[in-house]
């Protein structure tokens, strides 16, 4: 069973970080690729940022180039968001879902991935 979950929300003031991890089970990173989203009260389902081991490659929404950082440990089935000088409109619940690249799609569409986790509450106070 493919499963997600996310860890390591809470809150923090304006300028602090964070690191998401989120550990998947039930299958290998080097079959997927693994996207971040957000979602705000009342807002849609945003990608954040998205890594992909099979093409070494990583993608992040404008907003967040240059303080988010994607990772991940393939060892460990594992992978992470470091968010660094965050602001309040990174207040969000963020989620982390998997693309089993088999068929085509852009990162940052919801509906390219098949497997989602439970999400994690991210709040930045002003």
């Known amino acids: 069973e493919v499963q997600l979950v996310e860890s390591g929300g809470g809150l923090v003031q304006a300028g602090g970080s964070l690191r998401l991890s989120c550990v998947a089970s039930?299958?290998?990173?080097?079959?997927?690729?693994i996207g971040w989203f957000r979602q705000a009260p009342g807002k849609e389902r945003e990608g954040v940022s998205c890594?992909?081991?099979?093409?070494?490659?990583?993608h992040y929404t404008e907003s967040v180039e240059g303080r988010f950082t994607i990772s991940s440990d393939n060892a460990k089935n594992t992978v992470y968001l470091q968010m660094n000088s965050l602001k309040p409109e990174d207040t969000a619940v963020y989620y982390c879902?998997?693309?089993?690249?088999?068929?085509?799609?852009?990162?940052?569409?919801?509906?390219?991935?098949?497997?989602w986790g439970q999400g994690t509450q991210v709040t930045v106070s002003s």
């Open positions: 879902a998997a693309d089993p690249l088999t068929k085509p799609g852009n990162w940052w569409d919801p509906e390219t991935y098949d497997h």
């Open positions: 039930g299958f290998t990173l080097d079959d997927y690729a």
């Open positions: 890594i992909s081991t099979s093409d070494d490659s990583e």
